[in-house]
């Protein structure tokens, strides 16, 4: 049997793919964008993905990471923010269209199994790694063991809810996280910024065009890395915020590190950085007690599709 | 070797000691106050309450739950909010002083233990114990492992900042769970109401002796049960921020169960109700997963003495 693994991350934008090996190194690596909400062409996607990776023996098994929330079976995917599956037994359907062993992950679970197995969060048994995309997936890592709940949803660290009463967001809660954190609350903050028509929010209008639609979190980070100083205040903001988050996860799980991965966990040194001191002057019991780190990801926006393999070969095989 | 182990509980107002079977069943137990703030007396006051157990076998181990941080090797205390501990080697006085092996554990985790393994926990493997007292606790068992952190802190749920620039907290944060869901919040809101001097606080101003100092949430809680209104009010409130609370729990943990244990946990009917309704009304995703169980303590005050006892017994004795 291979040591090697097919990984396979399903994001709302693109599916990657890529052969990976037991030490978590990418060797042949593909994307595609999603096609839409259409289960099925998502079906076909992933094989000719994997059709695109070369010549992979008949039994290389394969992971999938997808967003959405999985069944602890690893079989069906009760629900998904982003596509149309709707208790969707995804895993059969794999299978059966390209004949090879399938485990389902959660996204966040794979990208944070990565970060754990071979990326920041390597020897520290006790991880919590936070998905800093549009929103705020996550997971964790407790004395070794990838922690799904009883039911396969822990580490929606997203959704706790921060501000009672606060902004909507999509779960039907109000006040969540990952509205004030994440990409979701850069965008809105920044088109609030342009709303308003002056001169401090020239540079953002800018750069989207005077089109505040086309504005994005990455590029308010951008900006204030740049040295804009409008967008460097959404970013602290976010920061904060996103440091407050992380003090609570601290609170409840007392963790050694927390990692913070995701499209935007790694695109705004200053975000990181804001976080971290928030953190710090937000823990509870601080002065006597020790912090977790705080670390940005290692693996990059490879880590889903790593730790998606991961999780199948030492699913389906012996080690 | 013996199949008993000793169990300690040290909480702020007693002390309360107990011989128990590997069943869970107390056999024999005696409680004392506790003796102010002073080491050396809590030490003689655990002594002699042994003492009182009557002949128990010299190889006994002993198992102390105790109110405060405790580093992962249960030896050293690092920091009691109600205890005059700081960096207290209180395993090592214990061993000498009573001649007898100690395990040392956090008084909630202990009572959580506990509950899983003998109470209203039994047969769930992922549970998570809230110990509602004057302030909030916690311990969490997942996948049957009761999880203690990197540094030996976790479960400290009462500390998540659910209101920011709330009311002010003991932990050195604004806005903590337990300022809001707990005894605490029953006290401070039940003297708010006395200090309006209406009509409406009647019963409660009655049952302290129009003494606000002498108010207790356990006073607020037996007045609603009996069917005081303005009570009822005090108690529906706590319970509605008790069951958000279970929310936020359930996003980051999914566990099977929550079991509401603590002095408080079993006190008002009111209480657990209106927080398993707020704690279903408010699950990120409800309708596309499965709720938790939310169920009240089984073996009430003396699970802490119970559980500290198990976690020696497994520790030190071969089963």
Redesign the interface.
């Known amino acids: 049997m291979s040591d090697y693994a097919i990984g396979i991350d399903i994001g709302g934008s693109k599916i990657a793919a890529g052969l990976v090996d037991s030490k978590g190194q990418v060797l042949v690596r593909g994307q595609l964008p999603t096609p839409g909400f259409d289960p099925a062409a998502v079906l076909e996607t992933v094989s000719t993905l994997i059709a695109q990776l070369g010549a992979v023996g008949k039994n290389t098994v394969v992971g999938v990471g997808a967003a959405g ?1 999985m069944d602890l079976s690893g079989s069906t995917v ?2 998904s923010p982003h596509l149309s599956w ?1 208790e969707e037994p995804l895993r059969a359907n794999l299978e059966l269209t390209l004949g090879r062993r399938v485990l389902l992950s959660n996204d966040a679970d794979a990208a944070g199994w990565a970060e754990y197995c071979f990326g920041a969060a390597r020897g ?3 991880m919590v790694c936070v998905n800093l995309g549009t929103g705020i997936g996550g997971s ?1 890592v ?2 070794g ?1 990838l ?11 997203g ?6 009463g606060g902004h909507r ?1 999509a ?3 109000r006040g ?1 996280w990952e509205q004030y954190a994440s990409g979701r609350a850069l965008e809105r903050e920044g088109r609030a910024l342009l709303a308003v028509h002056g001169a401090v929010g020239h540079q953002l209008r800018e750069a989207c065009g005077n089109d505040p639609h086309a504005l994005s979190g990455e590029m308010v980070c951008a900006l204030a890395t740049a040295g804009d100083a409008a967008c460097s205040e959404l970013v602290i903001e976010a920061g904060q915020w996103l440091g ?1 988050g992380l ?3 601290a ?7 927390m990692v913070i991965g995701g499209g935007l966990g790694a695109s705004s040194p200053l975000l990181l950085q804001t976080a971290e001191q928030t953190f710090r002057a ?1 823990l ?7 912090f ?1 780190r705080v670390l940005g990801t290692e693996l990059g926006p490879d880590a889903g599709l790593i730790g998606a393999a991961e999780l199948a070969r030492r699913t389906f095989m012996d080690h």
Chains 1, 2 share one sequence.
């Open positions: 929330w009760a629900f709707r520290e048994e006790n964790l407790l004395e063991k922690q799904r709940g009883r039911f396969g949803m822990a580490g929606e660290f959704h706790q809810v921060m501000v009672p967001c779960c039907g809660n969540c407050l003090a609570n996860l609170a409840v799980l007392d963790p050694g590190i937000s509870s019991g601080r002065g006597y007690r020790p977790a």
